[in-house]
């Protein structure tokens, strides 16, 4: 691939997906869009350039895009956000949402769905505290490749042993043949639904919990930011985002912030700065004038 094709590549994958790809990944882009090339039939990457630079086929820089995604995820990936969502997120919505009855969860960037199912497997524990109560997954992603996937929630013996604790593995998934399928229940909790993290997300609604998990760790400081921007208003009051084991917002964004009682759990500023001070007993007892003894 010529220079100038590759960067036209590299431009095009930024303004449409964020995805920043730096001049070592110039193989990764010569083998997957090769491939892409092959299943279309199009007789190189050259051809390829040719066929995007009008601008004109957005089923075709879709395609692109999809291809030079990663989409690897696993169930219950990196375990304490999921602890954090069972033991800390979930018992603070209870209270928090008693009046509303409703929950809406959302994991920015589903892949294959494996993130949701956990979250949909955590929830089904609940499920008694849960009566009554409206509770909806909302999954999206940029590719609508994995998100075919997601729907069809059919995963592979590999994929299986990654991460699933045996006894879920057996009450929520079905077997068939060498591949495993999560229950029509499960499924039925999680809509799954195309979306771009840069685009507007207005139409989604408002979430109590935001799942954005090892998408950014693709975009270059100036993306994430963005993202950050995106999907802040999307939070309910009090809300709480969860990200990648190897992710922050520190030094990025201002408008997601990390919660200072519990690390690894990010708030909206604006929460943050409505939590009340901590209180500070004074040093020497306050004697209230005419006030009654205890
Ligand atoms: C590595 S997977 C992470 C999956 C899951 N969140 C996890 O942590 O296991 C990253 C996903 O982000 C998606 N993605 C990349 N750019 C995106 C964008 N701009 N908007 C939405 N999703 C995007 C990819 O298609 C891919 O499925």
């Not at 169930?75 to 999921?82: I, M, V, W, Y």
């Amino acid at each position: 691939m010529t220079e100038a094709d590759f960067n036209f590549l590299r431009l095009l994958l930024h303004l449409r997906s964020g995805l920043s790809l730096s001049p070592e990944k110039r193989y990764l882009a010569e083998s997957r869009l090769g491939i892409l090339c092959r299943r279309r039939g199009i007789d190189g990457l050259a051809t390829l350039v040719q066929m995007l630079r009008p601008g004109t086929d957005a089923a075709l820089e879709n395609a692109v895009i999809e291809a030079m995604t990663t989409n690897e995820t696993l169930f219950f990936r990196d375990q304490t956000p999921f602890e954090l969502f069972r033991n800390v997120i979930l018992p603070e919505r209870l209270a928090l949402n008693a009046a509303t009855r409703s929950l809406r969860i959302w994991c920015a960037a589903v892949s294959t769905g494996q993130e949701a199912y956990s979250v949909a497997m955590i929830l089904d524990e609940m499920a008694p505290r849960l009566a009554g109560w409206k509770v909806q997954i909302v999954g999206t992603d940029i590719s609508g490749e994995v998100l075919e996937r997601a729907r069809d929630g059919i995963y592979s013996q590999f994929e299986i042993q990654r991460g699933l604790p045996i006894q879920m593995l057996l009450k929520h998934f079905q077997q068939n043949g060498d591949k495993w399928q999560v229950s029509e229940r499960l499924r039925a909790m999680v809509e799954l639904k195309r979306h771009n993290l840069l685009e507007p997300s207005g139409h989604l609604g408002q979430f109590d919990v935001i799942f954005c998990r090892n998408v950014l760790i693709y975009f270059d400081l100036p993306t994430k930011a963005k993202a950050f921007e995106a999907i802040a208003p999307r939070l309910a009051p009090q809300g709480a985002v969860l990200l990648g084991a190897a992710e922050t917002v520190v030094g990025i964004s201002t408008v997601i912030v990390p919660d200072r009682q519990h690390r690894g759990i990010f708030r909206s500023r604006d929460c943050i700065q409505a939590q009340p001070a901590a209180i500070s007993l004074p040093v020497e007892p306050v004697r209230a004038a005419g006030g009654s003894r205890f």
